[in-house]
């Protein structure tokens, strides 16, 4: 008998050698994907690792071009409080007030997006402020050349580097000073002058609807906010008590501060104050500025101004009679309102609207000179943005003291 073909010597020897390449194969199939996948990875690695250090080189460049745009605007700020000193020291002594202290405002804005646009000869007539960020972004090389080659400047121009900032300042002597708390001496929150400056703010008929809608009482919330500043344990709203009751059912709990305020956001560990009231004024409040809490009533926001009038009023003025005042004062006054002093202030509202004011109460609220301000600058080198916020002080120092400053 023969044995089956497949078990013959040489069909043997044949079918190991097709086996040995198939597992050939096999081998080389595998070492190409893992070697496929080790090259992929590497590359990838690679890539990320060159991304993630030119975004961090484009955020250093943005830091000191945010960093520059705060300089520039710290200078300007010095420079008009030094102008503001020699105007002043060249009259007499009894026209002092009516000189400004806003000469800031006259640029309260500096954008070098914009202004590269201005200087290439785009037409800007349709950019909303909201829109600024952006300018840079839509900047390219011509533009950036056509604006070095208009520039007045010869070798090096103000324009003469990479990415853009937007810097802009507000006063904080223009909103209520939270922080005169620390150092009032009313027992109550109603004998206050700070007290009735925020409860000012608090009134009108759409605020009394708002609070009666969400249950809250306005003495209570002001109480609570003098109770966290000053240095008793008592509170000082309608409830009485002791301060810290308020604080002690917190997770976790903590107790009051009886210290002034560090920061504007610190409001909201206040009870009451961590929500929509904060949200809703929180933007006319303020932790730094003059430590006695008077306004500079030429560059308060109107609805601050309006919180003098109904604090200082006898008798206290209707929202329908505040509206009419303030349209009737547009109208009368061509270059706008801007009060010298306390008098100036209580005079214009009695010949135009009839309102008739305490001026002891006004002397103690009302202000003309802006002394602490806070620069926002934002740096922007391709996708990368830095925003410094700086508050700086002017009262004790002519180059402005730094209260504060952040990066993000």
Request: charged content about 25%; proline content about 3%.
């Amino acid at each position: 008998m023969t044995r089956p073909r497949s078990l013959r010597p040489g069909n043997a020897r044949l079918q190991a050698r097709r086996g040995q390449r198939g597992i050939a194969i096999l081998v080389v199939i595998t070492t190409l994907m893992v070697m496929t996948v080790v090259v992929t990875e590497l590359a990838y690695g690679s890539r990320v690792r060159f991304l993630v250090a030119a975004h961090q080189s484009d955020r250093v460049k943005a830091y000191w071009v945010a960093r520059s745009g705060f300089n520039l605007y710290r200078m300007l700020l010095i420079g008009s409080k030094q102008l503001q000193g020699q105007i002043s020291g060249m009259i007499p002594e009894d026209f002092k007030d009516m000189v400004p202290d806003n000469l800031w405002q006259m640029l309260p804005v500096v954008n070098t997006g914009l202004l590269r646009m201005l200087l290439g000869g785009t037409d800007v007539s349709d950019i909303q402020t909201d829109d600024l960020m952006t300018l840079s972004q839509e900047m390219d090389e011509e533009t950036r050349d056509e604006s070095r080659e208009a520039s007045l400047f010869s070798d090096r121009n103000f324009l003469d580097f990479e990415g853009d900032f937007t810097v802009e300042v507000f006063d904080h002597d223009s909103r209520i000073n939270i922080n005169a708390f620390a150092t009032d001496t009313s027992v109550n929150a109603i004998e206050s002058s700070t007290g009735q400056q925020l409860f000012a703010l608090l009134s009108g008929q759409e605020n009394d609807q708002w609070f009666y809608d969400h249950g809250l009482d306005r003495w209570e919330l002001i109480g609570n906010l003098k109770d966290w500043a000053d240095p008793d344990g008592m509170r000082s709203g309608g409830s009485g008590g002791q301060e810290d009751s308020l604080y002690n059912r917190k997770d976790p709990p903590y107790l009051a501060k009886n210290a002034p305020y560090d920061t504007i956001e610190e409001i909201r560990t206040v009870e009451g104050w961590q929500g929509e009231v904060f949200e809703k004024y929180g933007e006319y409040l303020t932790v730094y500025g003059d430590p006695s809490g008077k306004l500079n009533i030429q560059t308060a926001d109107p609805t601050v101004v309006e919180t003098l009038v109904r604090a200082c009023a006898t008798p206290r003025p209707q929202d329908a009679q505040l509206a009419q005042c303030r349209q009737t004062i547009s109208q009368n006054m061509i270059f706008g309102f801007n009060p010298d002093n306390a008098k100036d202030f209580a005079d214009t509202y009695l010949q135009y609207c009839g309102i008739e004011m305490d001026q002891q109460c006004l002397g103690d609220k009302v202000g003309n000179e802006s002394n602490t301000f806070t620069i926002v600058s934002t740096g922007l080198v391709g996708t990368s943005s830095v925003t410094i916020t700086a508050v700086l002080d002017f009262r004790s120092k002519s180059t402005g003291q730094l209260l504060h400053w952040r990066v993000d």
